[in-house]
């Protein structure tokens, strides 16, 4: 069964820190992959997506993620965090442009003002 | 998202009790879903809808059934709720119909955080 790999249940940074996040994905064939993040008692909102081209994306908020299809990888970086990025980040994997989305477990993130 | 609204925001119920949690879109999309978000175990989905006449078990959809009222309307029922249905249950809309850059993405309602004792 296809699944999905967060390494990190939570990180704590100080601010400025650098951070990178961990996603890993088992399935072989195409795959749509996405980043959500949840801040603090909301509903989770889209970071980026990847679903072909360029395998670096850039989403909201400074944040990138490098998909590296032989690593079966889709890791989340931002180069300085802020207090304002702690939150929970969900990486979800879709088999193909059908299919139903596989959530990660997340990752908490809480930076250190 | 505004446009993914349910009701209720919070309920706390008894075992045995039957719930009924609501979910309405304006977004106009085809698909709808429900999932559980357990700590520690992320989201997990339950039941996914692709238009009104077709329902779809996810992942967990035991003790839970769903009903899809209306292309804007879809809900989630536990007939008999028992305690280790306590969770936050969101819902969510996608559409393949959509132009390229937002087709198959999910947007998310504000969930509701349901508690059995």
């Known amino acids: 069964a296809q699944s999905v790999s967060q390494h990190n249940h939570h990180v704590i940074l100080s601010e400025a820190a650098s951070l990178e996040l961990g996603c890993n994905y088992s399935y072989g064939g195409t795959v749509n992959l996405f980043w959500y993040v949840q801040y603090p008692g909301q509903h989770l909102q889209l970071l980026l997506k990847y679903f072909s081209g360029d395998p670096l994306v850039k989403g909201i908020k400074g944040f990138e993620a490098e998909f590296i299809k032989s690593k079966f990888s889709f890791n989340l970086r931002k180069p300085s965090v802020q207090w304002s990025d702690t939150a929970e980040y969900f990486c979800a994997v879709r088999k193909g442009s059908q299919g139903n989305l596989i959530f990660g477990k997340g990752t908490k993130l809480s930076v250190k003002p | 998202d505004a446009d993914v609204t349910q009701t209720p925001r919070n309920r706390i119920t008894k075992t045995g009790k039957r719930i009924m949690l609501e979910c309405s879109q304006t977004?106009?999309?085809?698909?709808m879903y429900w999932y559980r978000q357990d700590p520690g175990l992320g989201l997990r989905l339950i039941y996914y809808s692709f238009d009104v006449k077709d329902i779809n078990k996810g992942e967990i959809s035991d003790g839970y059934s769903v009903s899809r009222q209306a292309q804007a309307k879809f809900s989630l029922s536990l007939e008999s709720a028992i305690p280790n249905q306590t969770a936050l249950y969101f819902c969510a809309t996608s559409d393949l119909r959509s132009r390229a850059a937002v087709r198959n993405e999910q947007f998310f309602g504000p969930g509701t955080r349901l508690t059995v004792l």
């Open positions: 977004k106009g999309h085809d698909r």
